[in-house]
């Protein structure tokens, strides 16, 4: 195939497109297309497929927070290890070494804020190499994933011009 990073660029956009789809977009054939793909997941190159959703929109109650997290790292392992054992709890969605004021950013999802809240004092703060750890709600997502949240629900309060 001539131009994988299309391929790969247009399957993050929109995991549904059909082979075809995919072929007539990027030049190649299906066959090209398919073999591509197949060779993406075997070498993981690929590594998943995502669906994003609007969670506010279901009867479903979540709550998401960004964990800052500052840690020692372990000689001769880095932080490697210790994100390891971060991303190992099934609440933790995403785990991503940082330059700046802290090491790794969490981000986890839970039921309420009071299990998010036991996550950070029971089972991160504690581990041996986390210094120390600065929790933020996510209160509305406009953008994820490069995808929009309801861009048509427009802020519907009245403005008061004061005079």
């Known amino acids: ?19 075809a789809q ?3 977009m990027t030049g190649a054939s299906e066959q090209e297309v398919t073999e591509a793909i197949r060779t993406f ?10 669906t994003v959703i609007d969670w ?11 964990i800052e997290v500052k840690i020692t790292p372990q000689k001769g392992m880095g932080f490697d290890e210790i994100a390891r054992q971060i991303y ?3 609440q933790v969605e ?8 802290f ?8 039921r309420s804020m009071r299990e998010v809240a036991r996550f950070v004092s029971e089972q991160l703060a504690p581990m041996e190499n986390v210094l120390s750890t600065g929790t933020h709600f996510i209160l509305k997502k406009y953008k ?12 519907k309060r009245e403005v008061m011009i004061a005079w």
Not at 6 to 14: A, E, R
Not at 94 to 101: I, N, P, R
Not at 103 to 110: A, E, N, P, Y
Request: zero cysteines; a negative charge.
């Open 56 to 66: 506010d929109k279901t009867a479903k109650e979540s709550v998401t927070a960004l």
């Open 22 to 24: 995919l072929a007539a």
């Open 88 to 90: 190992s709890h099934h």
């Open 144 to 155: 994820d994933y490069g995808v929009e949240f309801d861009p048509s629900d427009n802020d």
């Open 1 to 19: 195939m001539e131009n994988p990073e299309k391929l790969l660029d247009l399957l993050s956009q929109d995991a549904r497109l059909t082979p």
């Open 41 to 50: 997941e075997k070498n993981s190159t690929i590594l998943g497929y995502k």
């Open 103 to 110: 090491d790794l950013t969490v981000i986890i999802k839970d």
């Open 94 to 101: 995403s785990v991503y070494l940082m330059s700046g004021g």
